[in-house]
């Protein structure tokens, strides 16, 4: 029983860095319509430069303060000088570019860090293991990264139903010709968005740092996770990104706890174990199909 | 007097050219990618070895091309052939990973080259796919988690649970350590190739409550998962195992103090005590400021070999047969000590159980604690008929 919410919380952990990377993609995607594959080399922006700083000074927080506007300023700048030739091509262009843009940084980075990976370890105040329930040992670091995005959550939702800004970007979302023809400054709006959203990815890449390896190329393998979360819960939407990404985490966290020792009821152990090992690994775009099934738009769509 | 300048001038060209036709050896290897680090180590190690000779190996001027892979299989079949066909080399090398070994070494060695690998040795080139063109100069794959196997089993721990990603390379990793492990397995667990949290993983083998724990992680998998494995506690509790893939100088860089005190297998470590390690692991250090890996020793190794059998024939390998016949008697002064090729062309070397460690300097590195096996010959010997 203590396993399972563990695992549930460790669900909840994964579904909430995942959280914070969709959640930047997903307002690009639906209020500019670009498909950018690059996001995840925001993510590693903000792991190598939170490594570096905190390595340097000693300090995580000092690591997080750096590597946020990092991200932002890197995002605005490739959203100035890239991304605003690509905004009438199609999607296949789009992708190509940003493709493009995904080999630049990670061969920039292995020019300015070289090939070996960072190190970066937890803070040590936030080391350790808290003891939830008798007998359940969970890691700080870990609980804090989920309070780390649940305020993020809750900010963001301040922004977009209590801000003008976010009044206009959701405006935007719905219906972006109508709130140029309204005189918003749609290009700066734009700029904003994209480096919001590059922030909110950099911050996921230094929370990762302390668990992960900070390496040239990392952003890729949460990349096709976040395009999953944001294709569940609906392009455009901040209340689909946190569904999805959520469903996404706790999908493939029990699948991948449980899937083998239920498959060992049912099979001798060499047939569970491979494939346990391949049907966990598909669950989440089993899970996807389904709901695009069920709901072709996702959960919550921005567009209704 | 100006025409004897002249046919001074031309009859020194013809001389230098003549000298300067150098023997060229193609290197294949992984440069860019997140395994970049790894084809960098086998080149640095390869070169060194040259810049010792000031420019020849065995006396014998080469010239080494290198080319990155970029671990695909596709375009490290398109190197081999233009480094045969467009520069007609007849010495190829350097390949990190098995599954672009696969693709280019049955196709290579066909073509009368010869190839020397300074890493990657799948089992299926090691038995009844041996060739003789083809020679593995540091291991075949499984040695080093038989070597562990081996150990766990001598430590007297019954139970372990094993972790390796879900492809073929992963499940070959766990056969060579089933080969020797004598106790239970109580898990055998395979994740997604690429996956960087396991906490899942973590949580389920804390519930399994095995003895001890043995992973194939390669690469920055492994980083992440001795990093999550020590922040769960686990390490103080649950002895961690694992062939040397993830405990390279460089990995123990990124992975810090979680390593600390983790047991790995491997053929090389750099406190080896024979007069050729000493040198070069001092060498490499002067040359390159930082600790050589076990894929740099690998890399030097080679070249010394290539060295040893191009001073038998006197830079002639038009002969490929006698040259081949020199490469397999291996006459030459390994980094490892002990060194001899078997009947497949695979070593027959020392393996070692080696621990990781904290420098003086505040770094990470392995120092050998025991060796295991001598003289040990790998599993698939016996298939090969050449």
């Not at chain 2, 065995?58 to 398109?78: A, F, H, N, S, Y």
Request: hydrophobic content about 50%; proline content about 3%.
């Amino acid at each position: 029983m203590l396993l399972v919410v563990e695992q549930l919380l460790n669900g909840l952990q994964f579904g909430i860095t995942l959280f914070l990377m969709s959640a930047g993609l997903t307002l690009v995607f639906g209020i500019m319509q670009v498909i950018n594959l690059a996001h995840g080399s925001f993510y590693m922006i903000g792991a190598y430069v939170g490594a570096t700083v905190t390595v340097y000074t000693g300090s995580f927080l000092l690591g997080i303060a750096a590597a946020l506007p990092a991200s932002a300023v890197c995002g605005m700048v490739v959203e100035i000088i890239v991304l605003r030739k690509l905004y009438n091509r199609e999607h296949l262009d789009q992708v190509l570019a940003t493709f493009g843009l995904i080999m630049f940084f990670n061969e920039l980075t292995r020019i300015i860090w070289g090939r070996q990976p960072l190190f970066m370890d937890v803070p040590p105040w936030l080391s350790g293991n808290i003891e939830l329930l008798p007998g359940l040992f969970y890691p700080t670091y870990r609980l804090a990264v989920i309070g780390v995005g649940i305020l993020v959550a809750l900010v963001l939702w301040l922004i977009f139903s209590r801000t003008r800004i976010g009044m206009q970007i959701r405006a935007g979302a719905s219906n972006r010709d109508m709130i140029g023809a309204l005189g918003v400054n749609i290009k700066l709006l734009y700029t904003l968005v994209f480096g919001m959203g590059t922030a909110l990815a950099g911050l996921a890449g230094v929370m990762a740092g302390p668990i992960l390896a900070v390496e040239s190329g990392m952003g890729e393998s949460i990349l096709i996770l976040t395009f999953v979360v944001i294709v569940i819960g609906g392009i455009g939407s901040i209340r689909g990104a946190v569904a999805g990404a959520l469903l996404v985490g706790l999908v493939d966290t029990m699948g991948r706890a449980f899937l083998p020792a239920l498959f060992r009821f049912l099979f001798d152990s060499a047939t569970a174990d491979s494939a346990a090992a391949s049907l966990s690994s598909m669950a989440i775009y089993i899970l996807m199909a389904a709901i695009l099934v069920w709901k072709p738009k996702g959960l919550f769509p921005a567009h209704s | 007097m100006k025409k004897i300048g002249l046919t001074l001038l031309l009859l020194f060209t013809i001389v230098q050219l003549s000298t300067a036709a150098t023997l060229k050896i193609g290197m294949v290897t992984t440069l860019s990618t997140k395994a970049g680090y790894l084809g960098e180590d086998i080149r640095d190690g390869f070169a060194l070895a040259i810049e010792q000779g000031a420019g020849t190996l065995g006396g014998i001027p080469v010239e080494l091309m290198v080319e990155d892979d970029g671990r695909k299989p596709e375009k490290g079949k398109q190197i081999a052939e233009r480094f045969i066909k467009k520069e007609k080399a007849h010495i190829l090398t350097g390949i990190v990973f098995s599954n672009v070994a696969m693709a280019v070494v049955p196709k290579v060695v066909r073509q009368n080259v010869v190839y020397l690998s300074t890493n990657a040795a799948p089992s299926k080139l090691a038995g009844k796919g041996c060739n003789p063109n083809y020679f593995s100069v540091s291991y075949q794959n499984d040695n080093l988690d038989e070597v562990v196997g081996q150990y766990v089993t001598e430590a007297g721990h019954k139970t372990a649970y094993l972790i390796a990603p879900n492809y073929p390379a992963g499940k070959d990793h766990l056969a060579g350590f089933k080969r020797f492990y004598t106790g239970k397995i109580v898990g055998e667990v395979y994740t997604k190739l690429g996956q960087s949290d396991y906490a899942a993983e973590i949580a389920a083998l804390r519930a399994a409550k095995p003895e001890a724990v043995f992973f194939f992680l390669p690469g920055g998998m492994g980083i992440n998962f001795l990093k999550q494995y020590a922040q769960a506690g686990l390490s103080k509790e649950i002895p961690v195992y694992g062939p040397a893939f993830s405990f390279d100088e460089r990995i123990l860089k990124a992975v810090g103090p979680a390593a600390l005190g983790v047991k790995n297998g491997s053929q090389w470590t750099h406190d080896l005590d024979n007069a050729a390690n000493v040198e070069f692991v001092k060498a490499y250090q002067e040359k390159y400021g930082r600790m050589p890996t076990l894929y740099a020793a690998q890399g030097y190794d080679t070249a010394r070999l290539i060295g040893s059998a191009l001073k038998a024939v006197k830079g002639n390998i038009e002969d490929l047969d006698a040259f081949k016949a020199e490469l397999k008697k291996a006459d030459f002064a390994s980094v490892r000590g002990n060194f001899s090729f078997g009947v497949n062309q695979h070593p027959v070397q020392d393996v070692y159980i080696r621990e990781v460690i904290e420098t003086e300097n505040g770094g990470y590195t392995n120092k050998t604690v025991k060796k295991v096996f001598s003289n040990h010959i790998d599993a698939y010997a016996a298939e090969c008929k050449m």
